[in-house]
């Protein structure tokens, strides 16, 4: 059962400030910067063991977040960048 400390819990908050930080701010799941939110890679739902672990949770934006759901990562966009390299 997911901690009620998640949602606006300062133990979530640090973790959300550390990854947006470690990982610049770039969205794990489209590639682009400004990511306000931490995403779990393996949803709480199915591990909820997981739910503070660093290696599971990654930068990512609101919409890319929401978007996704609580549903497993089936693969992941190609990184978009500034150029052609």
Not at 13 to 38: R, S
Not at 43 to 49: C, S
Request: hydrophobic share 35%; net charge positive; charged share 25%.
């Amino acid at each position: 059962m997911p901690s009620a400390n998640r949602k606006g819990g300062r133990r979530w908050t640090k973790l959300v400030q550390l990854v947006i930080m470690e990982e610049n701010g770039i969205c794990w799941l489209c590639g682009i910067g400004g990511a306000t939110t931490g995403d779990h890679v393996i949803p709480i739902k199915y591990r909820p063991d997981l739910e503070f672990d660093r290696e599971n949770v990654h930068a990512a934006h609101a919409s890319c977040n929401f978007s996704r759901g609580a549903r497993p990562v089936t693969g992941r966009k190609t990184m978009r960048t500034s150029r052609q390299w």
